[in-house]
T-cell receptor, first 112, second 113 residues
Framework: GESVGLHLPTLSVQEGDNSIINCAYS??????FIWYKQESGKGPQFIID?????DKRQGQRVTVLLNKTVKHLSLQIAATQPGDSAVYFC???????????FGAGTTVTVRA | DAGVIQSPRHEVTEMGQEVTLRCKPI?????LFWYRQTMMRGLELLIY????????DSGMPEDRFSAKMPNASFSTLKIQPSEPRDSAVYFC???????????FGEGSWLTVV
């Protein structure tokens, strides 16, 4: 069946380096994608989104890239900081309703 | 701006007891979602409402679970009777119909012993 999944469950990165978190999706009808950050003990927090008519979108220290050809989504975090340590989820919406399908999540740990 | 507000934040209850979780969505949002998060299953959509009407409850695990949305600013998720396997974090979330971005509350951490 259709699913959203993450390539790697964990990522360890040195403070100040750039982080890249990857996500694969299988629903070719998906037209809206969101990255969420979940810190320990908190709810998922919206980071950035992108629609299928775009292939790149930038925010503050974050960039989301969308490759529809290979159904791949990535989140790049520039100059990773200790506060970036969290679980990151990608989510997709096929546009037919308001439901989001979430991936399993990637745990990012920032080393000082 | 106030986000999605959930209560209680933490609850410990005995098996067989009734549990009621409460949610106040972001003002102006007309879609509301209840999610459950566990280590084994990740984030699962239980039910979602649009304009206070339940649209999809296919994720509700069984008849012990029920959800209501009597008005645009309040929703409840009830578990009766509760079982230890219901222990999880329950998130409420809301969105604007045309925006699609879903905003989550801080969750209700439920432990059933």
């Amino acid at each position: 069946g259709e699913s959203v999944g993450l390539h790697l469950p964990t990522l360890s990165v040195q403070e100040g380096d750039n982080s890249i978190i990857n996500c694969a999706y299988s629903n070719s009808a998906s037209d809206y994608f969101i990255w969420y950050k979940q810190e320990s003990g908190k709810g998922p927090q919206f980071i950035i989104d992108i629609r299928s008519n775009m292939d790149k979108r930038q925010g503050q220290r974050v960039t989301v890239l969308l490759n529809k050809t290979v159904k791949h989504l990535s989140l790049q975090i520039a100059a990773t900081q200790p506060g970036d340590s969290a679980v990151y989820f990608c989510a997709e919406n096929s546009g037919n309703d308001y439901k989001l399908s979430f991936g399993a999540g990637t745990t990012v740990t920032v080393r000082a | 701006d106030a986000g999605v507000i959930q209560s209680p934040r933490h609850e410990v209850t005995e098996m067989g007891q009734e549990v009621t979780l409460r949610c106040k969505p972001i003002s102006g949002h007309n879609s509301l979602f209840w999610y459950r998060q566990t280590m084994m299953r990740g984030l699962e959509l239980l039910i979602y409402f649009n304009n206070n009407v339940p649209i999809d409850d296919s994720g509700m695990p069984e008849d012990r679970f029920s959800a209501k949305m009597p008005n645009a600013s309040f929703s409840t998720l009830k578990i009766q009777p509760s079982e230890p396997r219901d222990s999880a974090v329950y998130f409420c979330a809301s969105s604007l119909a045309e925006g699609n971005t879903i905003y989550f509350g801080e969750g209700s951490w439920l432990t059933v012993v």
